[in-house]
């Protein structure tokens, strides 16, 4: 396990996780790792990188004027991150500030990516509400529900629920946060859903412009934008070419990863790349435009002919040479054929070719674990490092709640009161229960009586000592009903997981860019 970190979020309130320390996140940002002669094929992935990294950055810089001023970018660093475009917890948005905090301090820049392969699940938040003394969550949609399909292609379904939105999420929490960012975010959403019916962009555009009106420079881009790039299909040609290779590689880094984590689940954390006959399943998505249901493309070569297929009765004939195949995944997009990356290649491509820092949440960093490993086995190098980054910011509410030791407490109570009564007697207990608990402490220190006899007696004498204590045992476990509920609470009002868009606005600003300055404590 040595080999695997293990990445765990911050216990305490206004704590981050930053691995490496800020100092050697800058140090590689001033001396990103040469460009290793990595080749995939026929490809040397250092060829591409340039034209891919002056790509991203001109679809990211036209992406955001759509909405922002954007200046031109420095002509440093890139610094890379990418999250599905939701309302994630504050934890997540971190990430954001610490892309911005260090694009600056390196003179780069940061461009965040909106995740837009994945999938889209719901379109609520869960929203604490009620009181302090008796704390609910309540799902408040913002949407209608859908089935699960990628956010490039979820619209925004009922156009009143999403208006009002922020009035319903607003009332639910007012009880507890009286004045919470959704108004304000919710307000540049409204100015965002005039321009697109794509729900993630609406959502990302909304928090964007809440981070730039907080002094963000970073730019955005879909990661879809990404895959459509020329580069990207010159690299995902050689994957499919090399199918039974990159599935070969793939899986052995996943066997890897779960004999060291022992994991009987083959799902976990991802599941092998399959083969059926020739077909091989390769670590890509394919839809369309007219039916959006993500599936693995799968692909074949034999005779000259690359063949591939969504194994659901799609399948397209493709010339079987590098270039050629580039090409024709081009021609397929302008067909409404999409064809994406998956998580490993997501950030595979990305760390490789485009970032000279990539910066990952605690799920991702768990997934790249695989990732080095499959690009150890497929290229014969691991990527450059990436940084790791998460927070724990929970809700100003002030209440108290029953700790761990409070519950521990009860517990070892009532296990007295239930076999060791004599601990727990009252200094007014009658005669007979003190002659009692003294025959007990004899019983059980007079190791030289017969077993069963000595037994007999001391479960007695613990029967009768319960019976006067019987009161006591019902306090206890009136007061250990009254601690569960109380955490139950607290685990409401406590949860890291709360959207952003709950949170006051400049108390939360304060305190995220206060964790993210790039300074080592």
């Given at each position: 396990?040595?080999?695997?970190?293990?990445?765990?979020?911050?216990?305490?309130?206004?704590?981050?996780?930053?691995?490496?320390?800020?100092?050697?996140?800058?140090?590689?940002?001033?001396?990103?790792?040469?460009?290793?002669?990595?080749?995939?094929?026929?490809?040397?992935?250092?060829?591409?990188?340039?034209?891919?990294?002056?790509?991203?950055?001109?679809?990211?810089?036209?992406?955001?004027?759509?909405?922002?001023?954007?200046?031109?970018?420095?002509?440093?660093?890139?610094?890379?991150?990418?999250?599905?475009?939701?309302?994630?917890?504050?934890?997540?948005?971190?990430?954001?500030?610490?892309?911005?905090?260090?694009?600056?301090?390196?003179?780069?820049?940061?461009?965040?990516?909106?995740?837009?392969?994945?999938?889209?699940?719901?379109?609520?938040?869960?929203?604490?509400?009620?009181?302090?003394?008796?704390?609910?969550?309540?799902?408040?949609?913002?949407?209608?529900?859908?089935?699960?399909?990628?956010?490039?292609?979820?619209?925004?379904?009922?156009?009143?629920?999403?208006?009002?939105?922020?009035?319903?999420?607003?009332?639910?929490?007012?009880?507890?946060?009286?004045?919470?960012?959704?108004?304000?975010?919710?307000?540049?959403?409204?100015?965002?859903?005039?321009r697109s019916g794509n729900l993630g962009r609406v959502l990302s555009e909304a928090r964007h412009r809440v981070e730039r009106g907080w002094g963000s420079n970073t730019l955005e881009a879909p990661s879809s934008l990404v895959c459509d790039a020329p580069e990207f299909r010159?690299?995902?040609?050689?994957?499919?070419?090399?199918?039974?290779?990159?599935?070969?590689?793939?899986?052995?880094?996943?066997?890897?990863?779960?004999?060291?984590?022992?994991?009987?689940?083959?799902?976990?954390?991802?599941?092998?790349?399959?083969?059926?006959?020739?077909?091989?399943?390769?670590?890509?998505?394919?839809?369309?435009?007219?039916?959006?249901?993500?599936?693995?493309?799968?692909?074949?070569?034999?005779?000259?002919?690359?063949?591939?297929?969504?194994?659901?009765?799609?399948?397209?004939?493709?010339?079987?040479?590098?270039?050629?195949?580039?090409?024709?995944?081009?021609?397929?997009?302008?067909?409404?054929?999409?064809?994406?990356?998956?998580?490993?290649?997501?950030?595979?491509?990305?760390?490789?070719?485009?970032?000279?820092?990539?910066?990952?949440?605690?799920?991702?960093?768990?997934?790249?674990?695989?990732?080095?490993?499959?690009?150890?086995?497929?290229?014969?190098?691991?990527?450059?490092?990436?940084?790791?980054?998460?927070?724990?910011?929970?809700?100003?509410?002030?209440?108290?709640?029953?700790?761990?030791?409070?519950?521990?407490?009860?517990?070892?109570?009532?296990?007295?009161?239930?076999?060791?009564?004599?601990?727990r007697l009252p200094a007014d207990a009658p005669d007979e229960i003190v002659r009692l608990a003294a025959s007990k402490r004899e019983w059980i220190d007079n190791r030289a009586a017969d077993p069963a006899q000595r037994h007999a007696a001391i479960t007695a004498a613990n029967?009768?000592?319960?019976?006067?204590?019987?009161?006591?045992?019902?306090?206890?476990?009136?007061?250990?009903?009254?601690?569960?509920?109380?955490?139950?609470?607290?685990?409401?009002?406590?949860?890291?997981?709360?959207?952003?868009?709950?949170?006051?606005?400049?108390?939360?600003?304060?305190?995220?860019?206060?964790?993210?300055?790039?300074?080592?404590?």
């Amino acid at each position: 396990m040595a080999d695997y970190p293990q990445y765990r979020a911050p216990a305490a309130n206004d704590t981050a996780l930053v691995d490496p320390a800020w100092s050697r996140q800058l140090a590689q940002l001033a001396e990103p790792p040469a460009p290793a002669a990595i080749k995939i094929g026929g490809l040397d992935l250092g060829a591409i990188q340039n034209s891919a990294r002056a790509g991203l950055l001109s679809a990211a810089r036209e992406y955001t004027s759509a909405y922002a001023n954007v200046e031109s970018s420095p002509d440093g660093p890139i610094v890379l991150s990418g999250h599905q475009p939701e309302l994630f917890h504050p934890g997540v948005w971190f990430k954001n500030f610490a892309l911005d905090a260090l694009a600056k301090t390196a003179g780069g820049v940061g461009v965040h990516l909106l995740i837009d392969s994945d999938l889209c699940r719901g379109a609520s938040v869960r929203t604490p509400t009620g009181s302090i003394a008796s704390p609910r969550v309540e799902g408040v949609p913002y949407d209608r529900a859908l089935a699960a399909r990628p956010y490039e292609e979820r619209t925004i379904q009922d156009t009143a629920t999403f208006a009002s939105f922020t009035d319903r999420a607003a009332q639910a929490i007012k009880p507890l946060i009286p004045e919470p960012l959704v108004r304000e975010l919710w307000a540049f959403a409204e100015s965002a859903r005039e321009r697109s019916g794509n729900l993630g962009r609406v959502l990302s555009e909304a928090r964007h412009r809440v981070e730039r009106g907080w002094g963000s420079n970073t730019l955005e881009a879909p990661s879809s934008l990404v895959c459509d790039a020329p580069e990207f299909r010159r690299f995902a040609a050689e994957l499919l070419l090399r199918a039974r290779d990159t599935a070969g590689a793939y899986n052995a880094a996943l066997a890897e990863y779960r004999v060291a984590h022992h994991l009987r689940n083959a799902a976990q954390p991802l599941p092998d790349l399959a083969t059926d006959d020739d077909w091989i399943e390769t670590p890509l998505w394919v839809w369309f435009d007219n039916e959006p249901t993500r599936r693995a493309l799968w692909a074949r070569s034999e005779s000259g002919v690359l063949t591939l297929s969504n194994h659901n009765g799609w399948a397209a004939e493709g010339p079987s040479d590098a270039e050629g195949v580039a090409g024709w995944l081009e021609e397929l997009r302008a067909a409404g054929v999409k064809v994406r990356s998956r998580a490993l290649v997501t950030t595979l491509y990305c760390r490789l070719v485009l970032a000279d820092l990539f910066l990952h949440g605690i799920g991702g960093a768990k997934y790249d674990q695989v990732t080095d490993r499959f690009s150890a086995r497929l290229f014969g190098a691991a990527p450059p490092p990436h940084a790791t980054l998460t927070a724990t910011l929970r809700l100003p509410i002030d209440h108290a709640a029953p700790s761990d030791e409070d519950r521990q407490r009860l517990v070892k109570r009532l296990r007295d009161l239930r076999y060791h009564g004599e601990r727990r007697l009252p200094a007014d207990a009658p005669d007979e229960i003190v002659r009692l608990a003294a025959s007990k402490r004899e019983w059980i220190d007079n190791r030289a009586a017969d077993p069963a006899q000595r037994h007999a007696a001391i479960t007695a004498a613990n029967g009768r000592l319960f019976e006067a204590l019987a009161g006591e045992y019902e306090q206890a476990l009136r007061d250990l009903t009254r601690v569960d509920a109380g955490r139950r609470d607290g685990a409401i009002l406590d949860s890291r997981e709360h959207s952003f868009c709950l949170f006051p606005a400049d108390e939360l600003r304060e305190r995220l860019q206060r964790l993210s300055q790039p300074t080592d404590a």
